[in-house]
C-alpha cells in the first residue's frame, strides 16, 4: 500500500507541477492534501478512474482582468484583478478579495482550493472561490479606496451573483472596502441580493461577521485541549499578527482566560510579559483599525513591552500558538523552538501559515496541531449564515450567531477526530480535515457526472 500511495502522490504531483508550473504556494497546498488523501484515494478505485482529486485542483473558471482608476494626484494607476472559480459542486463559489502587492495567480489558486474543503467542512452550501487584486489598499486615501473599487466591481460584478459566486473580505478588504464594492454592485445590477458578505450591519451584514474567524479559531482549539483534559484557563498564548483575525482570537482567548503576549506585523513583533489586557487590546484596535499604524507603537504606550524588529513570536515560551498572520509565517526550526519551549497546541487563524518543515514537526511530536481549514473556517462559516438571513430578509441576534458558530466548529472537530484517529490514538487534525472536506465534495462531483 504504501508503494502505491507514494507512486500515486508523486506521478499526481509531477503532472500538476508540469500543468502549473512557477506556482510554489499552490504545489505546495496540494501535496499537503495529496499526502493525506493518497491512501484513501488509492483504497477507491471510481476516485482514481474519475480523477476526482485532478479535477479539484482544475479551476473551474479563472478570471484576470484590468483595473484602471485615478489617483488623488491625477495619475492613471494600473492594476490586476482576479477571480478564481474554483468549485461548485456542493454550492455557489465562496471565498474573500485579497488586496495586497503580493496577490498573484499563484496565491490565488491555493486559496481557492484551501476555500474548497473549508467550505466544505463547516457542512453549509458553499462551493470553494478567492480573488483580489495587487492593489494595496495601505497609504490610499477614502477617495482613491472607492475609486479602485468600484473600477474593480465594474468589471467582476458580471461574474458574481447570490446563486453563482459570493465574495466577502480578506487580507486588505475590510468593511469599508466591503461597502464601495457591495454599494457599486448594487448601482450596476440594479438590485439587492447578498451578493457580498461581510457587509455593514445596515445593509445586510451578519452580527459576529467581523469577529468569526477569531473566535472560531478559538473555539475550534478549545476542543482540541478538551481532548487532553486542557482549556486556556490560566496558559500563556503567543498569536502573530495585529488585524482582525488577531484582534479578535485575543478578545476571546482572554474571556476564556489566557494570558496572550505577543502581537506582530510585517514590520515586527511585540513581546508583552504582564499580558494583553482588555484596555491594550483597545488601544491596539485603534492603532491598526483607525490610525492604521504599526505594531511596534505599543511599545511606545505601553514601557513594560518589547519590540523585536524583523522577528516573529514563535522564540517566545508560550503554551499555545495562534499564528494569523499569513501563509508560511511559521517554518520548521520555529515549530522546533515552540516545541522546545513546551508549546502542546497550534491552532491556525491564518491560511497555511506553517511550512510543510513546520507541520512535519508538530505531527512527529504529537502536539495538537489544527490546520486552517478547519481552524479558521469560522469566518466563512458566519457568511454562510450571512447569506441564509440575506436569503431570508432577516437579521439574527448576535447571541444566535454565536450559538450556531460554536457548533459548526464543534462539528468540523468531531468530523476531523473522526477521519483523523490513529491506531495509536492520535488524531491527525491535517488528515482529519483534508478527508472530511473532500468526502462530501467527491460524492457530489461523482453524482452530477463529468461537467
Known amino acids: 500500500m504504501k508503494n502505491e500511495t507514494t507512486q500515486f502522490i508523486d506521478g499526481f504531483m509531477a503532472r500538476l507541477v508540469a500543468r502549473n508550473p512557477n506556482e510554489p504556494a499552490f504545489h505546495q497546498a496540494v501535496h499537503e492534501v495529496a499526502e493525506s488523501l493518497a491512501p484513501f484515494i488509492v483504497d477507491n478505485p471510481a476516485l482514481l478512474k ?109 461574474h458574481i451573483g447570490p446563486n453563482t459566486d459570493v465574495p466577502a473580505g480578506d487580507i486588505g478588504v475590510g468593511g469599508r472596502e466591503v461597502a464601495y464594492m457591495y454599494g457599486q454592485y448594487r448601482k450596476l445590477t440594479n438590485e439587492f441580493t447578498g451578493t457580498y458578505t461581510g457587509k455593514g450591519l445596515d445593509f445586510g451584514g451578519s452580527p459576529l461577521r467581523p469577529e ?6 478559538v473555539y475550534f482549539a478549545t476542543e482540541m485541549l478538551k481532548t487532553r483534559g486542557e482549556s486556556f484557563k490560566n496558559k500563556i498564548v503567543a498569536i502573530s499578527g495585529s488585524g482582525n483575525v488577531a484582534q479578535h482570537a485575543v478578545e476571546k482567548v482572554i474571556e476564556m482566560g489566557g494570558k496572550v503576549v505577543t502581537l506582530s506585523d510585517s514590520d515586527g513583533c511585540i513581546y508583552d510579559p504582564d499580558g494583553i489586557s482588555p484596555e491594550k487590546l483597545e488601544f491596539v484596535k485603534y492603532l491598526k483599525n483607525g490610525l492604521r499604524g504599526r505594531i511596534k507603537e505599543y511599545v511606545e504606550n505601553f514601557p513594560s513591552s518589547e519590540y523585536y524588529t524583523g522577528e516573529r513570536p514563535w522564540k517566545i515560551k508560550c503554551d499555545i ?65 450571512e447569506m441564509t438571513q440575506n436569503s431570508i430578509r432577516l437579521q439574527w441576534t448576535k447571541e444566535e450567531v454565536d450559538t450556531r458558530l460554536q457548533t459548526i466548529m464543534k462539528n468540523i472537530h468531531a468530523a476531523c477526530v473522526k477521519n483523523g484517529t490513529r491506531e495509536d490514538g492520535f488524531v491527525n487534525y491535517v488528515a482529519g480535515a483534508n478527508i472530511s472536506g473532500f468526502k462530501k465534495v467527491a460524492n457530489a462531483m461523482i453524482a452530477q457526472g463529468l461537467i
Open 321 to 385: 500558538a495562534l499564528p494569523c498572520a499569513t501563509q508560511n509565517e511559521l517554518n520548521g526550526e520555529e515549530a522546533q523552538m515552540l516545541v522546545d519551549n513546551g508549546c502542546f497546541c497550534v491552532a491556525e487563524g491564518a491560511n497555511m501559515p506553517s511550512t510543510p518543515e513546520a507541520i512535519k514537526v508538530f505531527l512527529e511530536n504529537k502536539i495538537l496541531y489544527g490546520p486552517g481549514k478547519a481552524a479558521n473556517a469560522g469566518g466563512v462559516s458566519v457568511s454562510g449564515l
Open 50 to 158: 474519475l480523477k476526482i482529486l485532478e479535477r479539484m485542483t482544475e479551476p473551474e473558471r479563472v478570471i484576470m482582468f484590468r483595473v484602471l482608476w485615478l489617483a488623488d494626484n491625477g495619475e492613471v494607476q494600473i492594476n490586476r484583478g482576479y477571480r478564481i472559480q474554483m468549485n461548485s459542486a456542493i454550492g455557489p463559489y465562496k471565498g474573500g478579495i485579497r488586496f495586497h502587492a503580493s496577490v498573484n495567480l499563484d496565491i490565488l489558486k491555493f486559496l481557492a482550493f484551501e476555500q474548497t474543503f473549508k467550505n466544505s467542512l463547516t457542512s453549509l452550501a458553499m462551493g470553494g472561490g478567492k480573488g483580489g487584486s495587487d492593489f494595496n489598499p495601505k497609504g490610499k486615501s477614502d477617495n482613491e479606496v472607492m475609486k479602485f473599487c468600484q473600477s474593480f466591481m465594474s468589471e467582476l460584478f458580471r
Open 212 to 217: 468569526a474567524t477569531g473566535y472560531g479559531m
